[in-house]
T-cell receptor, first 113, second 115 residues
Framework: NAGVMQNPRHLVRRRGQEARLRCSPMKGHSHVYWYRQLPEEGLKFMVYLQKENIIDESGMPKERFSAEFPKEGPSILRIQQVVRGDSAAYFC???????????FGQGTRLTVV | GENVEQHPSTLSVQEGDSAVIKCTYSDSASNYFPWYKQELGKRPQLIIDIRSNVGEKKDQRIAVTLNKTAKHFSLHITETQPEDSAVYFCAAAQYSGAGSYQLTFGKGTKLSVIP
């Protein structure tokens, strides 16, 4: 089991471009969480998804951000028209379900220039 | 929604001393409380967790206590070593509908163990 895989590890985008962050959960895990971590800060919840469903997106900005977890393929966090304030580390975590350990990926470090 | 408060935000201890990190939560229905350790530039990793049907759990130098009445839980690290230096996050799991739970994290405690 390769663990939670995120790619790319580092992503540089110019202001106004789109950023796509990918997360492949561990085998057998159907729950995916996305978190944002600013430098020297904690993990801020963004969205919680199960296959083909968004369960809770209360932590995600209403504009420019979207997430999906299709039946096949990785979960995608999409940020449109990026701004400097979007620069952060984005972690995804997966779990098999109820009250279980969530395993984190290595994160994607997004830099907006 | 759930709110998890974590204190202190930074903690420095001498090698060999104990370290205690405390968290409070707001949703009385939360019933799973994991602790994660994040070393610099790395992913958070689970170090210990506790469920609401127990009050204390220990794993070598690490222990976690839970007080459901007061809605707080704590991480205790004894005989600290320099490799314990990291950021520690507490979390609480709460029901989010459709038989599923989501984790809410505290803001983290940066622990520095001074040799």
């Amino acid at each position: 089991n390769a663990g939670v895989m995120q790619n790319p590890r580092h992503l540089v985008r110019r202001r106004g471009q789109e950023a796509r962050l990918r997360c492949s959960p561990m085998k057998g895990h159907s729950h995916v969480y996305w978190y944002r971590q600013l430098p020297e800060e904690g993990l801020k919840f963004m969205v919680y998804l199960q296959k083909e469903n968004i369960i809770d997106e209360s932590g995600m900005p209403k504009e420019r951000f979207s997430a999906e977890f299709p039946k096949e393929g990785p979960s995608i966090l999409r940020i449109q028209q990026v701004v400097r304030g979007d620069s952060a580390a984005y972690f995804c975590a997966s779990s098999p379900g109820q009250l279980s350990e969530a395993f984190f990926g290595q994160g994607t470090r997004l830099t907006v220039v | 929604g759930e709110n998890v408060e974590q204190h202190p935000s930074t903690l420095s201890v001498q090698e060999g001393d104990s370290a205690v990190i405390k968290c409070t939560y707001s949703d009385s229905a939360s019933n799973y409380f994991p602790w994660y350790k994040q070393e610099l530039g790395k992913r958070p990793q689970l170090i210990i967790d506790i469920r609401s049907n127990v009050g204390e759990k220990k794993d070598q130098r690490i222990a976690v206590t839970l007080n459901k009445t007061a809605k707080h839980f704590s991480l205790h690290i004894t005989e600290t070593q320099p490799e314990d230096s990291a950021v520690y996050f507490c979390a609480a799991a709460q029901y989010s509908g459709a038989g599923s739970y989501q984790l809410t994290f505290g803001k983290g405690t940066k622990l520095s163990v001074i040799p």
